[in-house]
């Protein structure tokens, strides 16, 4: 298994504090994500990294924020929770952008509930 | 847009064979992939198509038809621990994106 571990693994939150999930990987992939998922809309991408401190939005990228500052570390911040960000949030990694040699390998994830 | 179509739930018996639908319209088509998603638990790799055609890996095969914008999983000898989530995913070339179809749950039975 590729070692990807998310922290924390669950957390309650309330509606307008600030929340930060981190997403560490040991293979020095070049390509890390973040997905969102919720019933009847499956995975949706988030945020993206493709380097250090070189990030881009996905799909539903409004209310959160990302940073990479290390190949390893990943870190998703709500900055200010809503009710609507309740989701099962997942990370994955990916070596490269090529078909074929960069299936995205995921991380547990992490249940967030914003009460 | 992306836009990706399959089943919301499918029941079969163990032992028995079940096929997976996947439409799709996209744009970049660059690869198909399914992956499994037990409950509660990380999607794990399965397949990737890039050509037409089919890829057979074990009990699991997948199928490609870029023309028809189609994909199918085949699952044979089913067995319980195949009770799970199937996600059919799109690659749009761009930096690795996925896009992600809602899931079929799939639940063998005695």
């Known amino acids: 298994d590729a070692g990807i571990t998310q922290s924390p693994r669950h957390k309650v939150t309330e509606t307008g504090t600030p929340v930060t999930l981190r997403c560490h990987q040991t293979e020095n992939h070049r390509y890390m994500y973040w997905y969102r998922q919720d019933p009847g809309h499956g995975l949706r991408l988030i945020h993206y990294?493709?380097?250090?401190?070189?990030?881009d939005k996905g799909e539903v990228s409004d209310g959160y924020s990302v940073s990479r500052s290390k190949t390893e570390d990943f870190l998703l911040t709500l900055e200010s929770a809503t009710s609507s960000q309740t989701s099962v949030y997942f990370c994955?990694?990916?070596?490269?952008?090529?078909?074929?040699?960069?299936?995205?390998?995921f991380g547990p994830g992490t249940r967030l509930t914003v009460t | 847009g992306q836009n990706i179509d399959q089943p919301t739930e499918m029941t079969a018996t163990e032992g028995a064979i079940v096929q997976i639908n996947c439409t799709y319209q996209t744009s970049g088509f660059n690869g198909l992939f399914w992956y499994q998603q037990h409950a509660g638990e990380a999607p794990t790799f399965l397949s990737y198509?890039?050509?037409?055609g089919l890829e057979e890996k074990g009990r699991f095969s997948s199928f490609l038809s870029r023309s028809k914008g189609y994909s199918y999983l085949l699952l044979k000898e089913l067995q319980m621990k195949d009770s799970a989530s199937y996600l059919c995913a799109v690659f749009t070339g761009t930096a690795s994106k996925l896009t992600f179809g809602t899931g079929t749950r799939l639940q063998v039975t005695l």
């Open positions: 990294s493709y380097g250090v401190k070189d990030t």
């Open positions: 994955a990694i990916s070596e490269s952008p090529r078909p074929k040699a960069h299936e995205q390998y």
């Open positions: 198509n890039v050509l037409d």
